[in-house]
């Protein structure tokens, strides 16, 4: 069945602004927002399947030049007769999106540390002004984009790309960002995977506490409180349903374990491909029975949700995309997530002290406790030291397919020494390559999979070591992937937003578009890297 058959209405986001909105955000106007695979129909699966532009993601950015509807029925009048070009169409009556930080120039003269404080500014997007035209969520304040196809704000690489903004003594703009976050909060629900309609089901990685406390930390306790309100329901975002879920259950993003314990898992609400990889999830969907698809495309859409995609992680055949499970897993990174904000919560109330704060702050600790007494039991593997993701049904490791994941109960203070050591330990031995931590120790072609490294889980992964005694291991790891960031910079002139750590010769490879250079993330990790490197003050995580 055609995507145009199944799916036949079209989204409407109602932004409605709360009245303590902060400085910045617009009027309370309702916005009907532009979600080109439904308002576009039939229109949209010819253009994404005819590969009229290469990278699916193109399509869903490009502004109509008139209404959606008026272009469809000029399509559906057209498209049958003789000389019809299906590619001209496109190009009368759509622009094409530029790419973020398009056309800055690269001085290799100038250090790494001055290329990428150049690149701020190039990587900055000024407050949007509404428009009905565009799928681009608008956000009340300046906020900074990763680069090339990447055109709009990303939740958790925003949380890395603030590390070198308060290396840069930016926390100006990361209050922008997290004023941003905010209000996508209290419009949409969550914080979504970017600010695009197309990504309103789902969210990533929760590190709004985290980039709270980041700020916190680079100004002062009471600048975090104004951000209570939103950390709080974002958790609520991803505890839905949680007060009903029986043992050995699930509902959306909550999973009750066979032995009660409450975690978390990955989840999308809409089980259909995804717009901005249109072709490749529908290409992907006509190899499996109709009856399985709308798991197929749910367990993809939740993968995006996790950040890793893709991944051998999540697949139980590395060479089989159809074999995605992402949604029966619990990911012990989202939980030691989530499992901060609920200490960064109890903190802030705390610290607050309003009536009524110590009491909610007693009930976000036992929660806090309770997770991580539930993961360390379910996701330890006591007798190879390492921390694994965990089939909720059935609660068996997945210990075949160790990764760099096992790095965020160290990083976020959840892991007791003697499990931190173990971790550290083999995070050493098995994935420190000569350019860094490498993510996954399998090579399936996935770009979130060997030879690849990433700047998030270098991030964590020196730190984590770090906190567990281990900092002759973070030292290594930071100076190799360092070494990695100047050697590429001075030859190619560019960031990248991964780099093959096995073999220091290539590119990084893998994945469903080429290696894209700006790049938000490895800007932010390799400024506070070098700020460590140098002695100077660096960022580290706030632990409540």
Known sequence: MRHSQQIRFSIVVLVLVAACRGPGAP?????????PAHDLGPLFHDVQMAKVFPDSKTFVDARPRAAPPEILEHYLAERGAASFDLHAFVERNFDAPPAAGEGVRTDTAQSMEEHIRALWPALTRAPDAADAHSSLIPLPDAYVVPGGRFREVYYWDSYFTMLGLVQDQRADLVKNMLDNF????RTVGHVPNGNRTYYLSRSQPPFLAAMVGLYASSTDTASAFPYIEAIEAEYAFWMAGADAVAPGRAARRVVRLRDGSLLNRYWDDRPEPRPESYREDFALGQRVAEGQRETLYRNIRAAAESGWDFSSRWMRDPADLRTLETTELVPIDLNSLLYHAERTIAALRLARRREGDAIVAARFNTAAENRRRSLLAAAYD????????????????VTDRPTMAAAAPLYFGLATPEQGRAVAARLGRDFLKPGGFVTTLVMSGQQWDSPNGWPPLQWIGTQAVSMY????????????????????????GKMTEKYDVTDLSKRAGGGEYPTQDGFGWTNGVARAMAGQ????????????
Do not use: H, K, Q
């Open 27 to 35: 009027s309370p106007t309702p916005l009907s927002a532009y979600d």
């Open 182 to 185: 905010a209000y996508l909060v």
């Open 382 to 397: 006591s007798a190879s030291g390492f921390f694994y993701d965990v089939r909720w049904r059935t609660g068996e490791r």
């Open 469 to 492: 005694g281990r900092p002759d291991i973070a030292t290594d790891a930071r100076d190799r992937w360092l070494a990695l960031n100047r050697r590429t910079y001075r030859a190619t």
């Open 533 to 544: 490197a140098s002695g100077r003050s660096a960022p580290a995580v706030a632990r409540p």
